[in-house]
């Protein structure tokens, strides 16, 4: 067990998944939430800003200032867009502060790819190197002894916890050049600015895919999907956007390279995922919903062998903000805390 009270500080407490962040470390008997950060709304109570907070919290937004931040803090989350996240985390890290990042600054390991996808060079190319990814499925033991993670995007969060079991190196069943994600993403994951796509007119009663191929989350899926499988793979990602408010749903195709019944691939999601506390395999037979994990931090997965085409079918579903974002965060705050790695984390999804 780790420190008793720890003392963090949210940065980007306005935006989604910072008020996400707050919700749950409110209730996270571990931890004191004692600074968080807005420009915009500098000097104002939070719960201004969400209302769904007041009488829970008293915290004034302040600005982002790292020297006084990290003088309240041990541990901040950057809840920042990227680019911006970059240059918070190289500062809070040379004042010894643990950062967890939810942006993309420091999920790509090699700095030339991070410029090519998020057009704009990498400016800390040293503490990339000491970034790790926060997916503790995969990453637990370097995730316990890290001080800067990169918390994965939403999208990746579905598709690579929906695939591993089909392409872990020694054990894959999945040819890596077959496979195909198909995401449909609510709207909060486009975060709390306003632009034209998500006005509501505009996403309601509508469903389109959207930069097919292009989409940034396409690296880091083929990035951590390659370290697992100890080979390059590569991937065709589209996402979609649907008018709900949250909550993710992938479906991913791969062609099996044996002949497996569903309930011989579901054995094998199963007993990959046996000990882990917030991914459940459904039965033979059902396939998850997004309602099913709405507010909670579950990715529940469904999986299905087609015999005719020799495919396997796997959907994968999850809260873009809980799993996908703030939950994970504090998943891996846990980690690297040495608490009970569930702890704040374990109240149902709301349902209906
Ligand atoms: N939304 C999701 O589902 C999701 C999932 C996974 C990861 N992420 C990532 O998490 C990060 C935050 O996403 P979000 O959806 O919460 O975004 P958001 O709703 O747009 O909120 C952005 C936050 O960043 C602050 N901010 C913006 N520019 C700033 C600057 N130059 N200096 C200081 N603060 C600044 C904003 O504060 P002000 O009050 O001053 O505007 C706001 O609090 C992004 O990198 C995003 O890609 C999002």
């Not at 939070?46 to 982002?64: D, Q």
């Not at 309240?72 to 911006?84: G, N, R, S």
């Not at 959907?315 to 705050?333: R, T, Y």
Request: overall charge neutral; aromatic content about 6%; hydrophobic content about 40%.
């Amino acid at each position: 067990m780790g420190k008793e009270t720890l003392q963090v500080a949210i940065v980007g407490s306005s935006g989604y998944t910072g008020g996400e962040l707050l919700r749950i470390l409110l209730n996270h008997p571990n931890v004191t939430v004692s600074a968080i950060t807005s420009e915009r709304s500098a000097g104002q109570p939070i719960t201004a800003i969400f209302p769904h907070l007041a009488s829970l919290t008293r915290l004034i937004c302040e600005p982002l200032d790292p020297a006084v931040i990290a003088k309240k803090a041990d541990l901040v989350f950057l809840a920042l867009p990227h680019v911006t996240a970059q240059d918070a985390a190289n500062k809070f890290r040379a004042l010894g502060t643990k950062v967890v990042d939810l942006s993309a600054d420091y999920r790509l390991a090699d700095p030339a790819v991070y410029a090519q996808w998020y057009e704009h060079s990498h400016q800390y190319p040293e503490l990339l190197k000491q970034a790790v990814y926060g997916l503790p499925e995969l990453r637990r033991e370097q995730i316990k002894k890290a001080s800067l993670i990169a918390n994965p995007g939403c999208y990746p969060t579905s598709a690579i916890l929906g695939l591993a079991p089909l392409i872990k190196q020694g054990m894959g069943i999945a040819d890596l050049t077959s496979i195909i994600i198909d995401s449909k993403s609510g709207v909060s994951g486009a975060g709390r600015s306003p632009a034209l796509a998500y006005h509501y007119p505009e996403a309601n009663e509508g469903l389109m895919a959207y930069k097919i191929g292009t989409h940034r989350h396409t690296p880091e899926i083929e990035q951590e999907l390659s370290a697992l499988a100890g080979h390059p793979v590569t991937v065709s990602f589209t996402p979609h956007l649907i008018p709900m408010n949250r909550g993710i749903l992938t479906t991913i195709y791969a062609r099996l390279t044996e002949n497996l019944d569903t309930t011989t691939l579901h054995g094998r999601y199963s007993d990959f995922y046996k000990h882990e506390p917030f991914v459940r395999i459904l039965p033979a037979g059902q396939l998850p919903n997004v309602r099913n994990v709405r507010g909670s931090n579950f990715c529940d997965i469904g999986v299905t062998a087609d015999p005719r085409t020799g495919r396997a079918v796997v959907v994968s579903v999850i809260d873009n903000l809980v799993k996908g974002a703030a939950g994970q965060a504090v998943q891996n705050m846990n980690l690297m805390m040495a608490f009970e790695e569930t702890t704040g984390l374990t109240s149902a999804g709301l349902f209906p």
